[in-house]
Each structure stands twice: as C-alpha cells, then as structure tokens.
Antibody
C-alpha cells in the first residue's frame, strides 16, 4: 500500500522560509523511474505544480518559482523535502506531495500553510 | 493563469452525460504529451481518474472516459451521479521554459 504524508508548519511569517517534508511508504526512491513531486492549491483555486525529484536525484522546478524552491530527497528515510524561500501571503494554500506514475497517481492528504504576520 | 484551459463550471442532471474540455497548445497536449484527469472532492486530495489520455486506474468506474485530439482533451462522464459532484482537473507536460508539469484551471461539476 502506497501512502504519502506531508508535514510542516501551519503558519509562517512573510519573508520566512517554508520547509515541508513528505514521508512516504510502499515504494522506494532508490527504485529506477520513481519520482515524487509537490503541488499546491491556494484556497478556492487551481492546482499548481511546484517541483519534482527523481530516483537519480534529477530535480525539476516550476519556471515561475524556480528561484525560491529547493527539493531534496533522503531515500534512506523515505522522505522528500521542499523548501520555499521568501514566503508571501499569496503562497497561502494546501501543499500536496504526490508520486509521479503515469500522472500523479498517489497523493498525500495535504498540508495547509498560512502566510501571515 | 493556468496553462491548460478548462470551463469554470459544467452541470447535468442525474443519469445524463457531461463533458469537460481541456485546451492546450503545441507545447503540451499538441506535442503529444499525455493528459491526466483528476477528481477532487471538497476538502480532499485530488484522485487520479484517467492517465495516459484514456486509461482508468483500477477502481475508477467505466462511466468515466477521456480522449484527446490535436491540442485538446476531453473528459466524459456518463450516467451522472450525485457523488460525481466535484472539481475536475486536466494535467499534462509542457516543453516550454525547460519543461514542466501543468494543470488546467479546474472545472466545477454540479449535479442538478
């Protein structure tokens, strides 16, 4: 059974850095072809892809957010970490991690992050 | 603004058939990058409904089907049920700007 779970702060202040962790089970990021990504969703708005990391440490970022994002993996701990710098209230939303497998096949429940002073 | 364009809302009565369109460009759907469709019930994570243009994951009813043509894709739901009321998103890959995954703006399906 494949599961993913996001964790991190529910509230961050403007200009701070957000760090989110995706802890997964049921698969390994050491397996060829496996990739995990992050997608966010502002309240009442559409999904937006942020970043993705492959089993071979290849990393991809949203062109519009690339300068603020870093994605990393710890395959031994079955975790993927996303950091986003210089947080702004417009970054408020639910952040999901998901495994890429012919589309984003498996999703975490999401972590709501509010950016406010 | 989303890279893939969807109608904001569609509606239909129980038992009817509805379709949701997803319009892309020559750098995503038109470049033969596969389209996925997701269903998102209120307060929940998206669920993969269709992958690789036309394929249903196990457990997804065959009332859901999809197709692609040129730079567009379409999701069809037949025998509409109250439980189908949700937001639906298309998703593909875009080769511009170095390549990235893209979503549609989402379509709210209301079952009348």
């Amino acid at each position: 059974q494949i599961t993913l779970r996001e964790s991190g702060p529910a509230l961050v202040k403007p200009t701070q850095t957000l760090t989110l962790t995706c802890t997964f089970s049921g698969f390994s990021l050491r397996t060829t072809g496996v990739a995990v990504g992050w997608i966010r969703q502002p309240p009442g708005k559409a999904l937006e892809w942020l970043a993705l990391i492959y089993w071979n440490d290849d990393k991809r970022y949203s062109p519009s957010l690339k300068s603020r994002l870093t994605i990393a993996k710890d395959a031994s701990r079955n975790q993927v970490v996303l950091t986003m710098t210089n947080m702004d209230p417009v970054d408020t939303g639910t952040y999901f991690c998901a495994r890429l497998n012919w589309g984003f096949h498996y999703w975490g429940q999401g972590a709501l992050v509010t950016v406010s002073s | 603004q989303a890279v893939l364009t969807q109608p904001p809302s569609v509606s239909g009565a129980p038992g009817q058939r509805v379709t949701i369109s997803c319009t892309g460009t020559s750098s995503n759907i038109g470049a033969d990058y596969e389209v996925q469709w997701y269903q998102q019930l209120p307060g929940t994570a998206p669920k993969l409904l269709i992958f690789a243009n036309t394929n249903r994951p196990s457990g997804v009813p065959d009332r859901f089907s999809a197709s692609t043509s040129g730079t567009s894709a379409s999701l069809a739901i037949t025998g509409l049920q109250a439980e189908d009321e949700a937001d639906y998103y298309c998703q593909s890959y875009d080769t511009s700007l170095g390549g990235y995954w893209v979503f549609g703006g989402g379509t709210k399906l209301t079952v009348l």
